[in-house]
């Protein structure tokens, strides 16, 4: 059982460069979150899912692509990239979204942008 | 969308009990409280969670008063290990039928020798 699994663990990238972050688990989990987490500071919900098809907007949406077209994966698409969006991305899951189920995070996705 | 509130920092020597509260005076009926904590470069990772009273568990225990607006982590005899920071997470927020989960900004924790 390897849990949340995100790939790649660093990526540099130059601005107006498209990619896409990737992140699997293998619970069986129907919630799946993409945070980010700025330098000293909290973590920020981007985009989150409730399952396979159903996906909204967090409080800091702009910018990133999702979609969720298996309950294994949660892939996030930065579309045009920008020095802002240099972060480590952390994608998390739990069972069902209910504040009962503990979030399971990932080791986290370390994005420089220059 | 509602927040909790959290000390910014504590320090504290190896030995001693810390006590972490958080405020969530906006907490629906249906909300429980969860604690994570978080090591440099890593993820957060469940420490305990409640909905009332007290709960402990191995590593915490957790306060939570009758009117359930606060909540109060409690970590027994702190090591150098413990140094991280510590979040309390109550939700979701938004309208029903969303599930917005919002961090604050956590309590960093540092322990001293």
């Known amino acids: 059982n390897a849990g949340v699994t995100q790939t790649p663990k660093f990526q540099v990238l130059k601005t107006g460069q498209s990619m896409t972050l990737q992140c699997a688990q293998d619970m069986n989990h129907e919630y799946m979150s993409w945070y980010r987490q700025d330098p000293g500071m909290g973590l920020r919900l981007i985009h989150y899912s409730v399952g396979a098809g159903i996906t909204d907007q967090g409080e800091v949406p702009n910018g990133y692509n999702v979609s969720r077209s298996t309950t294994e994966d949660f892939p996030l698409r930065l579309l045009s990239a920008a020095p802002s969006q240099t972060s480590v991305y952390f994608c998390?899951?739990?069972?069902?979204?209910?504040?009962?189920?503990?979030?399971?995070f990932g080791p986290g996705t370390r994005l420089t942008v220059l | 969308l509602a927040k909790t509130t959290q000390p910014i920092s504590m320090d504290s020597y190896e030995g001693q009990e810390v006590n972490i509260t958080c405020s969530h005076n906006?907490?629906?009926?249906?909300?429980?409280i969860t604690w994570y904590q978080q090591f440099p470069s890593q993820g957060p990772r469940f420490i305990i969670q409640?909905?009332?009273t007290k709960v402990t568990n191995e590593v915490a225990s957790l306060f939570i008063p009758a009117d359930r607006k606060s909540s109060t982590l409690s970590l027994p005899r702190v090591s150098l290990s413990d140094t991280a920071v510590y979040y309390c997470l109550v939700g979701p927020r938004g309208t029903s039928g969303t599930y917005k989960y919002i961090f604050g900004t956590g309590t960093r924790l540092k322990v001293l020798a």
């Open positions: 409640g909905y009332k």
């Open positions: 998390a899951s739990s069972y069902d979204g209910s504040s009962y189920n503990e979030q399971f």
């Open positions: 906006n907490i629906a009926t249906n909300d429980y």
